[in-house]
């Protein structure tokens, strides 16, 4: 479905002197607004092509109609987010949930909708029809060398398909660990992933980067091989410059400090990537930002003061892809509710006033820390992430449009009530 180019300026206009009430308070008291605005513009977050349909989880899946039936209408949905939003300017592939027939017209479908092919991912966590090999007991870890091979040869396929594309990183996700005690020798099964991931790396361009992506637990039980950000920051380490650690915010056992662990991998040149989502409990792929938003500010407050630090760009130096599951909501809605959470957090991160916290730090003076942080956790920054989405061609309240416009209905009609789209 391809948006009027009218229905965006007429929305726009009708919340004009609203808007402008808000944004004149919020930039007479930020200092160099111009500059938020400026980054908030740049930045570009990856919607992957496996969170464009109805999730579900093991107990049941209930699709809401109009899914995108192949990669093309995928990218046609994030074409439309991006469209409406300014900010979801890239799509993330799933192999071989998503894999690309014609390279030329999968390009130039995308290069219509502006958009760019962010990290490719790979997938050994389950078995395709046909495939010869089991992953049932794990991939790259596997005792059984004829199954490790069958895994490198997979992701090094992912890889060529990225390059035709013009993608230029690799996520790898293992689900290989073990569900019982005494089930995995741990030191061998590091050992042959580590193995696996150096044949791979060896074959990954020299403009490409590799990203690592630990978890705690799932589907394994009892132990995962690459578990945690030690197991995967040695695993980048010893395979070299090209390969860093993601951190998809889900992945952690409860409590764990993300903004400390993402503050530690800046500081050792490690930090590839993110996968945004939220979550209560576990792996729950929930929307970014809607159980736990001050911990997404406080990572994206060590994220710019460790970027800045190292001069980096934030825009392009860093992986920033969503990796998100919807049960209940319309996918679209929710993603477009996760790309604001995530344009919310890193406005405020960027209002933090990093000298005064920096001397407050060194007076041990720990109220006037947190009044710092907090003062810029709380406020209402959404004017300026409005105000930069419509200086970029976008709506200015996405989610209102989306539904004065019935995108939802009108999907359905072009595609269907019953599809399925490929993805979790
Ligand atoms: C995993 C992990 C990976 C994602 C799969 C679908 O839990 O988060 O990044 O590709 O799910
Ligand atoms: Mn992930
Ligand atoms: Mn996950």
Redesign the pocket.
């Known amino acids: 479905m391809k948006l009027d180019e009218n229905s965006i300026q007429e929305h726009n206009q009708q919340f004009k002197s609203k808007h402008q009430l808000s944004f004149d308070f919020i930039s007479n008291t930020v200092p160099n607004v111009n500059r938020v605005l400026d980054k908030l513009i740049d930045f570009q977050i990856a919607v992957p092509s496996?969170a464009l349909g109805s999730g579900g989880t093991r107990f049941g899946r209930f699709p809401g109609g109009g899914e995108p039936r192949n990669l093309e209408e995928k990218i046609e949905d994030v074409g439309l987010l991006h469209r409406l939003n300014s900010s979801s300017g890239a799509i993330s592939l799933?192999i071989p949930w998503d894999v690309p027939k014609d390279y030329g017209s999968i390009k130039e479908l995308a290069k219509e909708h502006g958009l760019r092919f962010d990290a490719m991912?790979s997938n050994t966590?389950q078995d395709q029809d046909g495939q010869e090999h089991s992953y049932k007991f794990g991939s790259l870890q596997h005792v059984d060398k004829a199954i490790r091979k069958q895994a490198i040869d997979h992701t090094i396929e992912v890889i060529n398909h990225g390059i035709e594309l013009g993608s230029k990183s690799l996520?790898v996700?293992l689900a290989d660990g073990s569900s019982f005690p005494g089930q995995l020798n741990f030191r061998n099964a590091f050992q042959n992933t580590l193995e696996g991931l150096s044949e791979i790396y060896t074959v990954l361009p020299d403009d490409w980067k590799i990203f690592v992506?630990y978890?705690a637990y799932?589907p394994n039980f009892y132990s995962t091989t690459v578990g945690d950000w030690g197991k995967s920051l040695l695993l980048a380490n010893k395979l070299g410059p090209k390969a860093y650690t993601l951190v998809?915010l889900?992945?952690h056992l409860p409590n764990a400090n993300i903004e400390q662990i993402v503050s530690t991998l800046l500081m050792e040149g490690k930090l590839g990537g993110f996968?945004f989502n939220d979550s209560k409990y576990g792996?729950d792929d929930l929307t970014t930002g809607s159980i736990k938003p001050y911990q997404l500010f406080l990572i994206f407050n060590e994220l710019i003061e460790g970027m800045d630090e190292l001069n980096m760009n934030h825009a392009s130096d860093l992986g920033w892809m969503i990796?998100a599951s919807h049960n209940v909501k319309d996918p679209l809605e929710d993603l477009l509710q996760s790309v604001e959470a995530i344009m919310i957090a890193y406005a405020q991160a960027l209002l933090v006033d990093t000298k005064i916290l920096k001397e407050a730090q060194l007076n041990n003076d720990v109220t006037k820390a947190q009044e710092i942080l907090q003062g810029a956790f709380r406020t209402d920054v959404r004017p300026l992430v409005a105000e930069a989405r419509m200086r970029a061609g976008g709506a200015f309240d996405p989610i209102t449009l989306f539904r004065s416009l019935k995108v939802r209905d009108e999907l359905v009609k072009e595609r269907g009530y019953k599809t399925v789209a490929t993805g979790?």
């Open positions: 496996w799933h991912n966590f996520t996700w992506e978890k799932e998809d889900g992945h996968h792996d990796d979790l």
